[in-house]
């Protein structure tokens, strides 16, 4: 990856970049504000997130708008970095396909609620041009068959066609399993293909590990607030074909356990919470992209990887969204900093 | 090489002359107060009411943007007629301001639609036409760029944009739709985050056309404004100038008055005791004997003044300007001696030998006059005399701007074979390395010297005995450095037994237990503060110590040497580039070579002659803990200030 020279420059602009992030003295001021409006205004004059909220004059910031820019955020610093990626195979292309993931899943979620008419309105603008499919012609599908027209010529036919055959067997979750797995399985292809071999495997690293994560994350959720609605085949079916520290078959047994507590037991007894943190304790998964946020922050600031350090800052950068739309709601629910504080993964 | 001898007085008086006596005081500008004493009965001067009225008037003048100018004389006036005028004028100007409100309101209304048209500049068309629509519902605002690229998905929909301007982040402009459908649009725009902005009623016209009329309006409003803030007629002009030199009156009235806390107040009678210059007193006597009711005692020698005196040196032409440099270290106490004029000496020789050049000696001469002539500066004055013993040094090098046989004629002339001494020649390094140290020995001994003279002013004797820097450090390093030198150069031994006992284990005895030995000349009784243990202990660490020291100390006079045979290498590579250039660029080389020589060498070089004397020299005998002679003077007076 990234054979030239030149991209290199990636590395220190990724780290000049990431010096600006918010510290945990900053997250605690954010946490204490009052409204939206105040979390808008605090970001617009950080300079992290200046190139994002310049001309933003706005006296009332809302949440949408607030996400909307955030997500925009990140798409900028992609567009600052990807203009050093001369490889063939362009690896940079995993972040775009990312994004096309999450507008098809998106797009396809409000078809299957009724609600196609208003996915315009958080299509993201800054999108448009960039991905395989129109998304103006996606934002005016109304059912299965004009969805799949727009795909049409992408791979994302293919992979969704059968599942959207029938409207009465929709099954979101299947197409979030196709969906997700075709973006893991082509980014670990992109990465074979334009990095070399000592680089590859702190880079895959890094998306193994999310995958990884994913997936304990959905056997948590599941055995938390749906016990007993999926049966362990078909939980093993929505679980993404990667792994790296858990293998196969642990996930599997956990992904069979009765309850959260008999999840904990294997969990813990393989000294799983050693590298993703005890969910126990936290109440939540949030311990395990804690971790994933550490790791990419140390192989930010000490890989001579230019496509590592790339694959690393936007990690980092969505998991701080994430984060500022947890303070968002916390705040608009007017949950207690403590409480928000759990949620948070840095 | 002197300390200015000093006298003791009193002055007292009724309170009210308090403030002339002053006066005279800080007109003659050789009075240092004497603030020991009670504070309960030193006057109150936190009220002082020439401050306050001062920091109003600076602030009228501020707000009338009087420019400060020439400061004018200091004319007499009475308080009350400062406090009316300052009041007149701090009414008007907050007239002035209500009316500046409404018209800066106004501005800023105007500029905010100026601002606005600026992006519609392209369009040509009536606004007045456009708002006057019936059926049409018009918007004007600006659109995202994000929210403009979903604008083709709303493209069979009944409404129009159209963009005028795009600043890298909004496509300002209008969006048109029909009235019976206009809240839907309204509400589409809404979610593509469109910003309404709404045109103000004085707008009409193109935006061409309102803009030119705009700034036509806001150039009046200007005019408005500065005819409110500027005085223009001659009565307000003449009237601020004597509000000036009121400010210059208050202002030398607000210091005397704070000056009247360095007084003490019994009833109605005013004690002001100080220092003044033994050669002023008479004049100062005379002076206040003029001021009503004051009266001045006697003036004591500073000997039997209640307090130690202050210090003020007093030093001839040529040590003078090396007073800087001390009082960079320090000041001397007021019965130590002064170390001026040794600084002076040393000083100048240390940077001349390490500087030895003719030419580039006599242009540091040059400039120091210029610095020293014209700007006032008194390390110009401390440059050309260093320049001088640079160029005497230089003559002894035989060096000239770096030309090294430039003077072999005068050194035939003279008789001699060549130059007195050959610096870059292998043979001289030894000779320059070893001179630089005993050099180095040689100053060490005379401020060991020094330390001692000092100590015996100041009444020290067991530190004028035992101290390392006393008569024990003196005899130690005198006799271990002479019997090596002896022993190196001429062959001869002279540690004998005796010798050794006298100059180098009695001395090193008497400063190993120079504490004890120390109390028990002040006090007739020995006492080992730490016990016998700790005593020795403390004694072996601390003579680790002042050997290490001395050693050291020795050891770098070496860089003496060293920055010798550097200046000589350096203008021998600026000579060796000049040959290598050719003819033409050779004297341009040479020019440059050494203008940088001299800034770069003449920089290291004073700091490292300054280096020498704080650390090498200084420590040995100067302790600096005098007392600054800090006469009560004024400040020159302003007639503006910093506005609050």
């Known amino acids: 990856m990234l054979g030239r020279t030149s991209s290199l420059a990636m590395i220190p602009k990724s780290r000049g970049i990431i010096s600006h992030h918010l510290t945990e003295q900053e997250y605690e001021e954010l946490m204490h504000k009052r409204n939206v409006n105040e979390i808008g205004i605090y970001l617009r004059n950080h300079p992290y997130f200046h190139d994002s909220f310049v001309g933003i004059q706005e006296p009332d910031i809302h949440r949408e708008r607030l996400e909307d820019l955030l997500s925009r955020d990140i798409y900028y610093k992609f567009e600052s970095l990807r203009r050093y990626d001369f490889s063939s195979g362009k690896f940079a292309h995993f972040f775009l396909i990312d994004c096309e993931v999450h507008e098809l899943l998106h797009a396809l979620q409000l078809l299957a609620t009724g609600g196609a008419e208003t996915y315009i309105i958080r299509l993201p603008g800054f999108l448009t041009n960039q991905t395989s499919f129109d998304l103006i012609g996606l934002a005016h599908a109304r059912n299965f068959t004009e969805f799949l027209s727009v795909v049409r010529h992408t791979p994302y036919y293919g992979l969704l066609r059968p599942l959207l055959s029938d409207v009465a067997s929709f099954d979101y979750a299947a197409c979030e399993h196709a969906l997700r797995s075709y973006y893991y399985t082509e980014t670990l292809e992109l990465i074979d293909k334009n990095f070399p071999a000592k680089e590859r495997p702190a880079v895959k690293e890094l998306f193994t590990r999310e995958a990884e994560i994913y997936n304990l994350d959905l056997i948590y959720r599941i055995k938390s607030f749906f016990p007993g609605s999926y049966t362990p085949k078909e939980i093993e079916e929505l679980l993404l074909p990667v792994s790296f520290e858990v293998p196969r078959k642990r996930m599997l047994e956990m992904a069979a356990a009765r309850d959260l507590r008999q999840l904990a037991t294997i969990y813990k007894g393989c000294g799983y919470d050693k590298d993703y943190g005890d969910f126990q304790v936290e109440s939540s998964s949030a311990c395990a992209w804690r971790q994933l946020y550490h790791k990419s922050m140390h192989i930010l600031r000490f890989s001579l990887s230019p496509g590592t350090v790339l694959a690393a800052l936007l990690l980092l950068a969505k998991i701080e969204r994430s984060n500022i739309i947890n303070i968002i709601e916390g705040v608009r629910y007017h949950l207690d900093p403590s409480d928000i504080r759990l949620l948070l993964k840095y | ?313 007093k030093n001839n032409w040529f040590s003078r300007p090396f007073e800087m440099y001390v009082s960079m270290y320090g000041l001397p106490a007021y019965k130590d001696i002064d170390p001026t004029s040794f600084v002076a000496i040393t000083y100048s020789i240390l940077f001349g030998i390490m500087f030895g050049d003719l030419g580039q000696g006599l242009v540091v001469c040059i400039v120091g006059w210029l610095l020293h002539k014209f700007k006032k500066m008194p390390l110009g004055a401390i440059l050309q005399r260093c320049g001088v013993f640079s160029m005497i040094f230089g003559f002894l090098y035989g060096s000239v701007f770096g030309y090294e046989e430039l003077l072999t004629p005068v050194f035939h002339a003279m008789g001699l074979a060549g130059k007195p001494l050959e610096v870059l020649a292998p043979e001289s390094t030894n000779f320059i390395l070893l001179g630089s140290i005993a050099l180095g020995v040689f100053l060490i001994l005379c401020a060991l010297v020094y330390g001692m003279i000092s100590k015996a002013r100041r009444g020290y004797k067991g530190e004028f005995f035992f101290s390392p820097n006393g008569l024990a450090g003196f005899v130690f390093y005198a006799a271990i450095v002479g019997g090596a030198a002896a022993l190196l150069m001429l062959n001869r031994n002279l540690f004998t037994p005796i010798f050794i006992i006298i100059g180098l284990v009695i001395p090193f005895l008497m400063m190993y237990f120079a504490e004890p030995l120390t109390h028990l000349v002040k006090t007739h009784k020995l006492h080992l503060e730490d016990g016998v243990g700790g005593t020795l202990v403390n004694g072996f660490f601390e003579m680790f110590d002042v050997l290490l020291t001395f050693a050291s100390n020795t050891m770098s006079f070496l860089r003496i040497g060293g920055f010798v045979l550097a200046h000589a290498g350096m203008m021998s590579v600026v000579m060796t580039l000049a040959e290598m250039v050719g003819a033409g660029a050779a004297p341009v080389v040479v020019i440059i070579g050494n203008i940088f020589v001299m800034g770069m060498e003449g920089l290291i070089v004073g700091i490292q002659a300054l280096r020498l004397e704080f650390y090498e020299m200084f420590s040995r005998f100067f302790d600096a803990d005098g007392t600054p002679f800090a006469p009560l003077k004024l400040r020159t007076p302003r007639s503006t200030g910093s506005k609050e």
Not at chain 2, 114 to 122: N, S, V
Not at chain 2, 178 to 197: G, Q, T, W, Y
Not at chain 2, 198 to 226: W, Y
Request: aromatic share 10%; proline share 6%.
């Open chain 2, 1 to 313: 090489m002197a300390i200015e001898k000093m006298k003791y007085m009193n002055i007292y008086g009724p309170k009210d002359s308090l403030p002339g006596v002053l006066e005279v005081l800080t007109e003659l500008a050789c009075f240092h107060p004497d603030t020991d004493g009670k504070d309960e009965f030193r006057p109150n001067v936190s009220d002082n009411p020439y401050s306050e009225l001062l920091h109003q008037a600076q602030n009228v003048l501020a707000d009338l943007h009087v420019d400060s100018g020439e400061t004018p004389e200091l004319m007499q006036f009475e308080l009350q007629d400062v406090r009316d005028m300052v009041d007149t004028y701090r009414k008007k100007i907050d007239q002035a301001a209500a009316a500046c409100k409404d018209l800066l309101e106004e501005k800023k209304l105007y500029a905010h639609a100026r601002h606005q048209l600026r992006h519609l500049e392209q369009m040509d068309v009536n606004l007045d036409d456009i708002f006057s629509l019936k059926y049409v519902k018009v918007r004007f605002g600006r659109l995202p760029k994000e929210g403009y690229r979903k604008l083709p998905y709303y493209s069979g929909r009944e409404f129009s944009f159209r963009a005028f301007d795009f600043d890298g982040e909004y496509y300002w402009g209008f969006y048109f739709s029909p009235e019976n459908i206009s809240k839907e649009v309204d509400a589409i725009f809404a979610s593509l985050h469109f910003e309404r902005l709404r045109v103000p009623d004085f707008v009409h016209g193109t935006p061409t056309q309102s803009l030119a009329r705009i700034e036509t309006h806001e150039a009046q409003l200007n005019a408005k404004i500065e005819e409110l803030t500027t005085p223009t007629q001659e009565q307000t002009r003449t009237d601020l100038q004597v509000l000036q030199r009121m400010c210059v009156w208050l202002d030398h009235k607000a210091q005397i008055y704070n000056m009247e806390k360095y007084a003490q107040v019994l009833g109605d009678t005013f004690y002001l005791s100080g220092f003044v210059p033994k050669v002023k007193s008479k004049n100062i006597t005379e002076r206040l004997a003029q001021c009503p009711g004051c009266k001045v005692s006697d003036p004591i020698a500073s000997a039997d003044a209640p307090i130690p005196p202050p210090t003020q040196l």
